[in-house]
């Protein structure tokens, strides 16, 4: 397989380019109806509730093939670490900001939470096959058979087996955003066991298109936590100048 720069392929850093590109405009209008400039139902509109699955999606299938293809010769323990810590100190940092703006439905287990937790999680399928893909694709089909009222008892609500979703601006449980990633890893997995990677893997582009998304994918920590300050510092000035 051919990589655009060591250990990178530009078609999984466009895909999370997209995606990164996908949440700043659901977020804008996410924005926009926080400060009361249009009225829609993020809660229960199919039409969002897709859209942020689609987001959430991208993410993690990416999320899983980079921690298969970065550990799967070797854990790189110093490099694992980092990143780990980088995405909990994230994370932290996204709870203690959210419980300012939102102090009744601050973020106790988002994306970045989930991120942190799947990321060691995934280190024992690293070295598995078929597992990956048949203990993922049970984990979706479990979310869509099994709720327990135990489960809604705080401490657990992060599993996701809950009866109903928790107040919280975003949240992504184990159950069945864990299914996703694991797939994410069985597919790099399949791709590094063909004697010859199909022809979208080894995909590169000079476009400026693809150049944007795959700088959006090999950023998105940085972009992921500027892109609402950014967005909610703009609309707020913005509500205040035309008021």
Not at 24 to 52: A, E, K, M, S, T
Not at 84 to 93: E, T
Not at 106 to 132: C, D, E, P, Q, T
Not at 204 to 229: C, D, K, M, N
Request: with cysteine; glycine share 6%; proline share 4%.
């Amino acid at each position: 397989m051919s990589r655009t720069t060591a250990n990178r392929y530009q078609i999984i850093d466009a895909l999370r380019g997209s995606a990164i590109g996908l949440m700043i405009i659901y977020h804008f209008c996410f924005d926009l109806n926080y400060f009361g400039h249009v009225q829609l139902n993020f809660n229960h509109d199919p039409f969002w509730l897709g859209f942020r699955t689609l987001i959430v999606s991208l993410f993690l299938l990416t999320m899983g093939f980079s921690l298969q293809l970065a550990h799967a010769e070797q854990i790189n323990a110093a490099k694992f670490l980092r990143r780990l810590g980088l995405i909990a100190g994230a994370a932290i940092l996204v709870s203690l900001s959210s419980y300012l703006m939102y102090p009744k439905s601050m973020i106790f287990f988002g994306v970045l939470h989930f991120i942190a937790v799947a990321s060691i999680f995934g280190l024992a399928f690293l070295n598995v096959f078929y597992i990956k893909l048949i203990i993922g694709v049970l984990i979706l089909l479990l979310s869509m058979n099994l709720s327990h009222p135990w489960f809604n008892q705080p401490a657990l609500q992060w599993l996701g087996l809950m009866t109903h979703k928790p107040i919280t601006e975003d949240y992504v449980p184990v159950v069945p955003w864990m299914g996703v990633v694991l797939i994410g890893m069985f597919l790099a997995h399949w791709l590094s066991r063909r004697p010859q990677a199909p022809k979208w893997i080894r995909w590169q582009s000079q476009h400026s298109l693809a150049r944007t998304l795959s700088f959006g994918g090999q950023h998105s920590l940085i972009i992921y936590l500027l892109h609402q300050p950014v967005l909610l510092g703009g609309l707020y000035l913005i509500t205040q100048l035309v008021k």
